[in-house]
Structure formats: structure tokens, C-alpha cells
């Protein structure tokens, strides 16, 4: 592959996914093996935009790669305006000094292959069964589908589904930095992209500028340990979210204490136990509608507001606003979550384990995902080509990084920070206090202390000095008030 050799074109108005997002966006493929055993065999291809540098050649600082994660399956073309343009609150100078690259991930989004399989699991046509198996025939029925699911994806894909995985993405990396002809590059990851961060990092340390990892994946964790930990991680959060809105009674009404408003919040979810709203709307997509509480803040009001709507008010209507049956891109998402994560580290083929661990969580008191994350992950229990035995190993001493870590963080916990603190000893961790959002820096989050900090290093490499433990501190932003 030629240095150079992606062929840029203005992005196209009216993107089936993202709509106008990518105006003003270049867009580009760059083409990698499927199989980096076999690089002349066959070729998929990756989907890239670019927002192009504005300062003088001079002051060109080269490219950062953008990876929002969401799981392995974010899409990621619209990012690249957000920093250019100085929206997520990076400094002028540093946004218009950097070529800024987003791109789909291999099986994700524009990207070909884009991998979805059985839309059925996640859409039926009508509410899914109850997440919470109330028999042992219950759970099987979600057992059978989730197994039904690995068979359509293994039916659709074949053989293409064992080159899915984090170390084959970070191998791409390396072949867009080819191909956008760069030496070296800088790389900006958020939640599954701070794993692939740390693998590109390990596979090719002297082609790292810089590093950013944000809301970071613990490397040893990869796979069903990280999966069963998010479980109490998201009981936690669920807490934080129950208390504030405990705090705004007088708008909500849900109840003056978190125990409460969590009262309310089954309640609602009971009722549509006995009756799915619209045959569509039962508890499970009900879980569905609130689970973005746990991951970001700015999303409890209105949250909120479906729950005193529906609970309080007996008002159905913001209910249904705030449910979408699950199209693409979420079912490509899901999919390869599944495709990804099933690949990346150790999972159980005993449901036996699945069963036991997930009860003791559920009677233990965490109730509020953790029967749904079982059934978002249980493919991975038959999935069609085998896992890691061991999570890859990652880590280098040389690589500059610049890890970013909000204290709440449910996908990931600060454990994942601190290990990769450890694993990168030429790192330098930022916490965020109090923190709720994955994605704490250069966000919606809007704190300027974080931003400031990774502003700095993207500039001139500047970094907080090192010291034992923790490097820096942020406060977290306020919470949001209605």
C-alpha cells in the first residue's frame, strides 16, 4: 500500500445513518485483510472521513484517530467535526492544527462487511420476553434464542467472524496510517476504543505520537469478568440516578429518598409485566429505555420524566417518544459487540456458570441490568468460534498516553484505568471526581479542567507530572438540574 493512497471526495448529504452529520467532512475506504495471515487473500473495507488541518503546513501537527467505542460497534464518521470545530471544548489552536480521521470499525456501519444477524433477538416485532427469568423454563427460552442468534450470525458470516476482533482492528490502525501516508500518528479512544488504543500501542509503540484513552477498558478483564463487574457498576449508578432524582421531588414526584424513587421505578417496569404498552413496550424494553441512566447524566432528565410520566402521572405518551425498536445501526452495533467481545477474552460455554453467577448478583441486590446485560452478552456462550483462553496481553514503557477516568464510570470502573496506568508506565492518569459519563473529556460533559488537560497534550505533548497513584484530578461537572 502507497503512502497517500486514500482518495478523498466530499461526503455525500444524506447519509442513511448519520444524515448531514458528515457535511463539510471528506470521505474515503481504505482497503485491509480480512485474514493478516493471508494479506493477499481477501479484502474488506474500511470506511474513513477526515476534517482537514486549517492552520499553515508549517503548524500542521499530522492526524488523530477517533474512536468513540460504544461497545466495539460505534460508528465513528461523524466525530471528526465535533474537534475540528471546536465544539467538544478542545482549543482552537489545537482543532485546526490536526488532520482529524473518524471511521468505522472493521464490520461496523459504511464499513463492508457490516455485520448484523438475527434481527429477532433484539426486535421480535413485539415486547421481548422478561429479562428477569421468573422459571427455569423462562431462562431457557432466552438461552435458546441467544444460541439461535450465534447460529444466524455464524449462518450469515462464516468463517469472516473469527477475524473480528480488537487485535485485527488495531492491525487496521496501522493500515490507515499507511495510507494516510503518516509516520506516526495520534490516537483518541473512548471505552472500547481505549483497548484498542492499548493494543495498536503494544503492536506498534513506535508509531504512537500520542495516546489518549478515555473511560478505559481493564485489559486482563476482557470478556465475561469485565461483563459480570459492569453488572454491580450499573447497581451503583442506577443509585446515584435514584438519589437525584429523590432530590427533585418537587419536579418529579417520584419520592423524597432514593430507596423511593427505585420503588417507582419497578413499580413502572411491573405494570408492564402485566400489560406491554402497545404489545411493544414490556420490561425488557422498558430496562432498555433506562439504561442509558448508569452510562450518562445529562440523560436523567428525561429519564425522569418518562418515569413520573408513566408512574405519577399514569401518562403513557414520553414512554413511547423515548422507545425506538432496535434498527440498524443499533442491531449492527449489537452484533458486533457479540462479534468482538465473544472473540476478545474467556467466556463460559457452561450455562451453568452464566445461571449462577447472575442469580447471586440479581438476589445480592443488583437488580437494575443485570439480567439484561446477561441476555445482551449470552450469545457469547455459543458463539461459533472460539474465545481467548487469556485476554491479549498489552502494555509498553515508551508510549506517551494520557489516561482520562471518571470515578462513576459503569462500563469500566476505575480498575481499568489503573491497570493500564500500571501497564503504560510513560502514562500519566487524570480522575475525574464524581464523575457519571463515559466519555468524560472533550464531551457533552463540558469540563473544562478535563478538557484543558487534554487540550495541553495534544498541543505540545505537555502532561500533569508523575506521581504515585493518581496524576491529576478533575471535579466533575455539576449535575444537571431540570
Not at 503492536?203 to 463487574?229: A, K
Request: proline share 7%; charged share 20%.
Amino acid at each position: 500500500m502507497s503512502a497517500g493512497s486514500v482518495d478523498w471526495v466530499p461526503c455525500p448529504g444524506g447519509d442513511p445513518v448519520l444524515g448531514d452529520m458528515l457535511q463539510g467532512l471528506e470521505c474515503g475506504t481504505v482497503q485491509v485483510p480480512l485474514d493478516y495471515d493471508d494479506p493477499d487473500g481477501r479484502q474488506i473495507s474500511l470506511a474513513l472521513t477526515r476534517a482537514r488541518h486549517t492552520v499553515p503546513d508549517s503548524l500542521y501537527k499530522g492526524v488523530v484517530v477517533l474512536n468513540r467505542g460504544q461497545w466495539p460497534g460505534g460508528i465513528g464518521r461523524d466525530l471528526p467535526t465535533r474537534y475540528a470545530q471546536g465544539t467538544t471544548g478542545l482549543a482552537q489552536d489545537v482543532g485546526t492544527a490536526y488532520d482529524w480521521i473518524g471511521f468505522d470499525p472493521r464490520g461496523v456501519g459504511a464499513s463492508e462487511p457490516s455485520v448484523v444477524c438475527d434481527n429477532d433477538y433484539l426486535d421480535p416485532g413485539h415486547a421481548q420476553p422478561d429479562p428477569v427469568p421468573a422459571t427455569a423454563a423462562a431462562e431457557q427460552q432466552w438461552v435458546q434464542r441467544a444460541h439461535a442468534y450465534a447460529d444466524s450470525c455464524a449462518d450469515t458470516y462464516g468463517d469472516a467472524l473469527e477475524h473480528l476482533g480488537t487485535e485485527e482492528a488495531a492491525r487496521d490502525l496501522d493500515r490507515m496510517r499507511i495510507a494516510l501516508g503518516q509516520e506516526k500518528i495520534t490516537y483518541f479512544g473512548t471505552d472500547w476504543g481505549t483497548y484498542l488504543g492499548s493494543l495498536y500501542a503494544t503492536l506498534f509503540p513506535e508509531r504512537v505520537q500520542r495516546m489518549v484513552l478515555d473511560s478505559v477498558v481493564r485489559p486482563s478483564g476482557v470478556g465475561y469478568r469485565n461483563s459480570i463487574r459492569k453488572n454491580e457498576l450499573s447497581e451503583r449508578n442506577a443509585d446515584i440516578f435514584f438519589a437525584w432524582a429523590a432530590r427533585h421531588d418537587d419536579v418529579y414526584g417520584l419520592g423524597t429518598t432514593a430507596g423511593e424513587v427505585e420503588a417507582n421505578y419497578y413499580r413502572g417496569q411491573d405494570a408492564l409485566r402485566t400489560a406491554p404498552l402497545d404489545g411493544r413496550i414490556g420490561p425488557s424494553e422498558w430496562a432498555d429505555v433506562f439504561e442509558p441512566v448508569v452510562y450518562r447524566s445529562w440523560t436523567w432528565l428525561s429519564r425522569a420524566k418518562i418515569l413520573s410520566d408513566w408512574v405519577v402521572h399514569e401518562d403513557p405518551a414520553s414512554l413511547r417518544a423515548g422507545y425506538s425498536p432496535p434498527g440498524f445501526p443499533h442491531q449492527n452495533r449489537h452484533a458486533m459487540t457479540n462479534a468482538v467481545n465473544c472473540l476478545d477474552g474467556p467466556w463460559p460455554a457452561n450455562w451453568n456458570r452464566w445461571h449462577r453467577d447472575h442469580t447471586r448478583q440479581y438476589q445480592a441486590g443488583h437488580r437494575f441490568l443485570t439480567w439484561t446485560n446477561a441476555w445482551y452478552n449470552a450469545p457469547c456462550a455459543s458463539w461459533p468460534e472460539p474465545s481467548r483462553k487469556k485476554p491479549a496481553k498489552v502494555g509498553n514503557s515508551q508510549v506517551a498516553v494520557l489516561l482520562v477516568q471518571p470515578e462513576f464510570d459503569t462500563a469500566h470502573g476505575v480498575e481499568g484505568a489503573v491497570e493500564t496506568h500500571r501497564l503504560f508506565p510513560n502514562s500519566r492518569l487524570v480522575l475525574e471526581r464524581e464523575g457519571h459519563n463515559v466519555g468524560a473529556a472533550l464531551s457533552a460533559n463540558n469540563n473544562a479542567c478535563l478538557n484543558q488537560y487534554v487540550g495541553d497534550f495534544l498541543r505540545d505533548g505537555t502532561r500533569p507530572a508523575s506521581r504515585k497513584g493518581t496524576d491529576a484530578v478533575c471535579q466533575a461537572s455539576p449535575d444537571p438540574a431540570p
